[in-house]
């Protein structure tokens, strides 16, 4: 069936791969592919109004509502128009069998008048309400807690304050709520009030976008290779997933800012049961047995790209680049010993993550992590995403972090099995990574690019006016 | 650490062909409960090194927790199992998920190398001269 499906206009991105990343994990595989979007005429595609066609029954629409992060509400559209006048006709025109279930004098409901771009007045709302007379409501007027929740909503023609380009023509809808999103959940995870986060602790309404497109269900398993103050795996908690986390740094997995305040008091802190394990290790050379593969349902990370927070892996610089032979630590200083660890390239970093995703995934699990983009004016349209013969991607959502840079949350599928072939490749790559380590540092060096100076030979290397005025994916 | 990590970790110290299962030190150790989730056991059970869980129980004080081969899956999930005290079912839970290690030592088998655990969190970074090139 096709509903309205209203977006908060926030990361503009992001809100149809969270409504089919849903619809799969509720209505099974297969149903996200099945998910169909249609726009009005005359709108945008960063609109907030969209038409979506969902399988299965409403039941599905209301789960998919009720759990998202970014879908204000589905609607069951009675009838929309440019007028109160063509939205009568349609209404009017709707079928009696899909309208009168709800009018019944048994029931109780409310009428919701709610805008976009414009304000309307509590006067101007009554007034609009008292305009539906010719709906045959025979039920009781219930405002606290109606059994049908009914929505108009107005939108004008845009001009140019609500950021958005132009639509031509003003659009009301008039339609029944089947399911909303409960934001509630924000204010209760924000960051602000968290006992233990650390400078790339992943904002809240992030980590459960993530973690929608993960498909965090119960009796899930969820693992985070990066895993810091565990503010992603607290989000997969959140939805009842089983989490797993490792980090090369000991001081967060570990020790955090004292024994109230660390990782495992962020899970006590919203009564989540606490992670299985949370373990020191490099995800370069990762400790798993021989043999152990796809226990993973998911693997939900932000790996770290050098911009904010630098990579680390085993090995120190000048070991790896050869001027120094490997150190042998004493006997007696192994107890305590810190290892020296190198920089770990972006390109180096998303190979291990991609080929430990290809081994520890299940079939049909899902690999979100965040990529780094230049915004340079050359590239910016090309935009490459690693690739792996494994997975499959199925979604990616920019979200612009300044006028050099943005990042990407790429969700990609675990569609083939790994295999002895694609092991052998993969440690191939990883012995030439290790091989040719000079290089790949070098290259690919995001935090020089998105901090170098502004200008270049007098020139501004990034000119603010040459990028388009409206930017809806800073929302 | 739980006994569910332990089973899936290895020492991958330079020149160390499987390094596994690795043996468990336990200094001081707990016991939290956990709701039981059948789905996920289901899930996990054909990943699971039993010989290998079955020694960590015993390093763990626990030597007759779990039957020294892997239970049916019949058995395991049979209805009502997950509700009934002492079942096999209920006892792999407890084995898995309930019992942790807070400090003590990973061993590997062919190096001899100790990887610390210490506030629950195993210590598996490698030393400068034990990573591979």
Partial sequence: ?475 | MRLLTHNFLASNVRGVSTGYPLALEVAKSSIKEVELNADFLRGILPKLDWRALVAAASAAGFPDLLAAEQPQEAELFADGAADAEGSAIRRLHHALLEIHVDEGALVCPDSGRSFPILKGVPNMLLHEDEVRH
Wanted: hydrophobic residues 35%; proline residues 7%.
């Fill in chain 1, 1 to 475: 069936m096709w509903y309205l499906c209203v977006f908060y206009h926030r990361l503009l991105d992001y809100r149809r791969p969270e409504v089919e990343s849903l619809a799969e994990l509720f209505g099974g595989p297969g149903a996200g592919d099945a998910v169909e979007w249609r726009l009005l005429e005359n709108h945008h595609a960063d609109s907030p109004f969209h038409l979506v066609r969902l399988p299965g029954d409403e039941r599905l629409a209301a789960q998919i509502a009720n759990r998202s992060l970014l879908v204000k509400g589905i609607y069951e559209l009675w009838g929309h128009g440019a007028t109160y006048d063509e939205l009568e006709k349609a209404i009017k025109e709707y079928p009696d069998e899909r309208k009168l279930p709800y009018l019944t004098p048994e029931s109780s409901f409310k009428i919701i008048v709610d805008s976009f771009g414009k304000v309307i007045s509590f006067e101007e709302q009554n007034e609009i309400i008292k305009g539906f007379t010719y709906i045959p409501f025979e039920g009781r007027v219930n405002l606290k807690k109606p059994d049908h929740k009914f929505f108009v909503l107005e939108t004008d023609d845009y001009g140019s304050q609500n950021g958005l380009p132009p639509v031509a023509q003003k659009t009301v809808f008039f339609g029944r709520e089947v399911g909303a999103a409960d934001r509630h959940l924000l204010p209760t995870y924000q960051l602000k009030s968290r006992k233990y986060i650390g400078p790339t602790a992943m904002d809240c309404e992030m980590a459960f976008l993530m973690a929608n497109q993960g498909l965090a269900r119960p009796g899930k398993l969820v693992y985070d290779p990066f895993v810091g103050t565990g503010s992603i795996l607290v989000a997969a908690a959140h939805f009842g997933a089983m989490t797993m986390g490792a980090d090369i740094d000991i001081r967060v997995v570990r020790d955090g800012r004292g024994p109230d305040c660390n990782i495992w008091s962020n899970f006590e802190q919203y009564k989540l049961p606490e992670p299985l394990c949370v373990l020191r290790a490099d995800n370069n050379l990762p400790p798993w047995r021989p043999g152990l593969k796809e226990i993973f349902d998911a693997i939900i990370c932000d790996p770290p790209y050098g911009v904010r927070a630098g990579g680390r892996k085993s090995g120190g610089r000048k070991l790896l680049k050869g001027i120094i032979p490997p150190y042998t630590v004493p006997d007696e200083k192994r107890e305590n010993h810190i290892p020296s660890t190198a920089p770990y390239s972006l390109a180096e970093c998303v190979h291990d993550l991609l080929h430990l995703a290809a081994r520890m995934l299940v079939i049909g699990g899902r690999l979100v992590f965040f990529y780094p983009v230049l915004r340079d004016d050359d590239v910016a349209d090309v935009a490459k995403f690693p690739e792996h013969p494994c997975f499959k991607l199925v979604a990616s959502c920019e979200q612009i972090l300044s006028l050099r840079y943005s990042r990407v949350l790429l969700t990609m599928v675990k569609v083939e099995p790994y295999t002895e072939e694609i092991e052998k490749m993969g440690e191939e790559r990883h012995q030439e990574f290790r091989e040719n380590h000079q290089k790949w540092m070098e290259e690919g060096n995001l935090h020089s690019a998105v901090f170098s100076p502004a200008e270049q030979d007098g020139k501004p290397k990034f000119d603010k006016d040459s990028k388009p005025k409206y930017r809806g994916k800073y929302v």
